[in-house]
C-alpha cells in the first residue's frame, strides 16, 4: 500500500450496518480492516462479538452503534445497549439522536438521552445527528448539547434517513463543537475525493462501506 495511503487508512472507520449483513459480511469487512490497517470497524451489535475475536491483537478496534438506526428507543434502551457493547469489546459507541425530541426543541430531553449513554458506555461516544433530517439551527443545537452532555464527537448521519455528508455540514458541526470534540462524516463516502473533501472542512474520522474504493482513489 502507497505510503500516501496510510495516514487516510487511519482516518476510516470501515463500516458494516446492512440489516442482511450476514457472518462471511462481517468476516470480509474485518479481513479488508487488518489488510488495509484501517482504523476501526463499525457494525451492529450483534456482530460486535464476531468482529471483536476477528480483530483481537490487529490494532484495528471496533465501534458499535446504540439507537440504531432511528434514535426514537427509550433512553434506559440505548444506555443498556450501549453498555453491553462496551462490555463485549466495543472501544466507542455511536448512538443516534433523538431526532424528534430535538424537533420539539426538548433540550432537557435530548441532553438527558446523550449524558445516559455518556455515563453508561464509559468510552467515547459519538452522537449522530441525522443532519439531512435537521435545519441549521438544529444541527448547531445538537451540538451543544452533545458537548455539555460529554459526547467525544459528533456525527452526520446514519446513512438510513436520505442525504448524506456534506462540506458545508461537516465545517457547520467543526464550527460549533469545542476543540476536545471530533467530527466523523458519515453518509455516502465512497470516493478519495469526497474523503479528502470532507477532512479538509473539518472531519477527523470516516465513516464508510467505501474504504478500499477509497484508498484506491476510485
Do not use: W, Y
Not at 500500500?1 to 450476514?22: C, I, K, V, W, Y
Request: proline content about 3%; some cysteine.
Amino acid at each position: 500500500m502507497p505510503a500516501a495511503f496510510g495516514d487516510l487508512a487511519r482516518r476510516l472507520e470501515h463500516t458494516q450496518l446492512r440489516p442482511g449483513a450476514s457472518a462471511a459480511d462481517i468476516e470480509c469487512l474485518c479481513a479488508e480492516a487488518r489488510e488495509h490497517n484501517l482504523l476501526a470497524v463499525c457494525v451492529a451489535p450483534f456482530r460486535l462479538p464476531q468482529a471483536v475475536r476477528l480483530l483481537a491483537g490487529s490494532g484495528v478496534f471496533c465501534v458499535c452503534v446504540a439507537g440504531f438506526p432511528l434514535g426514537s428507543q427509550t433512553t434506559a434502551a440505548k444506555a443498556r445497549e450501549a453498555a453491553e457493547a462496551v462490555a463485549a469489546g466495543a472501544a466507542e459507541i455511536d448512538m443516534v439522536l433523538n431526532v424528534g425530541a430535538l424537533k420539539d426543541c426538548d433540550e432537557a430531553c435530548v441532553a438527558a438521552d446523550i449524558a445516559a449513554v455518556v455515563r453508561a458506555a464509559a468510552a467515547p461516544v459519538k452522537v449522530i445527528l441525522e443532519t439531512a433530517l435537521l435545519t441549521d439551527r438544529e444541527k448547531i443545537l445538537a451540538c451543544r448539547l452533545a458537548a455539555d452532555a460529554g459526547a467525544a464527537f459528533v456525527k452526520t448521519c446514519t446513512g438510513f434517513s436520505g442525504g448524506g455528508a456534506t462540506i458545508e455540514d461537516v465545517a457547520l458541526l467543526r464550527a460549533h463543537v469545542p476543540a476536545r470534540m471530533g467530527v466523523k462524516a458519515s453518509g455516502g463516502v465512497r470516493t478519495r475525493a469526497q474523503a479528502e473533501a470532507l477532512l479538509a472542512a473539518g472531519a477527523c474520522r470516516l465513516g464508510t462501506s467505501s474504504s478500499l474504493a477509497i484508498l484506491a482513489g476510485a
